[in-house]
């Protein structure tokens, strides 16, 4: 890796990728900045999301009552 200081990661290639989409069909289907912009957006929180995990202890803390 050439900037190992950036520890980048495949699901950061999977966003970058998926942001390079947007930008794409933003500039084939001539979207507004606006249009690109909530696209982006809507990528990021969705991985965002995707990155979440459940806290295990809480989700069972009531069986073991």
């Given at each position: ?26 500039l ?17 929180i ?20």
């Amino acid at each position: 890796m050439f900037y190992s200081y950036l520890k980048l990661g495949p699901r950061d290639g999977v966003m970058l990728i998926s942001v390079i989409i947007m930008l794409v069909l933003t500039l084939i289907f001539k979207w507004s900045v606006w249009e690109f912009s909530l696209s982006v957006i809507a990528v990021i929180i969705a991985f965002l999301a995707g990155r979440m995990k459940p806290d295990e202890k809480k989700v069972l803390a009531f069986l073991k009552k």
